[in-house]
């Protein structure tokens, strides 16, 4: 099989409560970020379809919202061809999602109680614990957690919804980074700064 079509495959789950079209959408936006189609492929929607047994319909689907996404693009006479996600997209995805981020955590801050300050501090114990025994996939886990953790003490919604979707664009960069020692210690060191700038109420230090 080819390699392209196996990958979109591997993130193709008929486990969900989704229509067809919304799976097959979701398989290719995510083997798109996670890097797994490299920039510069075509995709044959009649290739993946005669593959993967699945009507051209849903992969229509699929390519036409990607395109409006600008992860794919269609070329006249060629094709759709993948864009993915580069390194300056990542910068301003980043700079969106930091102010986004400072948003929550601030009001997260206001909200908290005691109790949810001391749940806190724990998770990111845990973290330090982790990554001294150099549990990568646990850290980065743990660092899900601790954003998690924030949204929903921020107690909006729409926000998190945001975020999160923001948040699926820059899984792959995330990853590759925090895979070096020293940004997972860099990024231990920046959550337990955050931490006490809310136990404060330091709204700037926050920032």
């Known amino acids: 099989m080819n390699p392209i079509i196996q990958a979109v ?22 083997t798109i970020i996670l890097g797994d189609i490299p920039a510069g492929t075509r995709i044959n929607e009649k290739e993946f379809s005669d593959v993967l047994n699945i009507s051209r319909t849903p992969i229509r689907y699929a390519l036409q919202r990607l395109v409006s996404e600008n992860l794919v693009e269609h070329r006249p006479r060629i094709g759709i061809i993948v864009k993915g996600i580069s390194i300056r997209d990542a910068y301003e995805i980043y700079d969106i999602r930091k102010s986004l981020d ?6 997260a801050m206001k ?10 501090t724990a998770l990111l114990e845990t973290g330090e614990a982790l990554n001294a025994a150099n549990d990568v996939d646990a850290v980065l886990k743990n660092f899900s957690d601790f954003n998690a953790f924030l949204y929903e003490k921020s107690q ?37 700064l955050i931490l006490r700038a809310m136990e404060n109420q330091q709204a700037e230090q926050l920032q």
């Open 9 to 30: 495959e591997k993130n193709l789950d008929f486990t969900q409560n989704k229509t067809l079209k919304q799976m097959v959408y979701d398989a290719f936006r995510k």
């Open 102 to 107: 400072a948003l929550a955590a601030e009001r």
């Open 111 to 120: 909200l908290m109680t005691p109790q949810d300050f001391a749940e806190l």
């Open 156 to 192: 909006m919604p729409r926000l998190k919804a945001i975020i999160l979707e923001l948040q699926t664009y820059l899984v792959y960069f995330r990853d590759v980074a925090v895979r070096s020692t020293n940004r997972r210690e860099e990024a231990l060191a920046e959550h337990w």
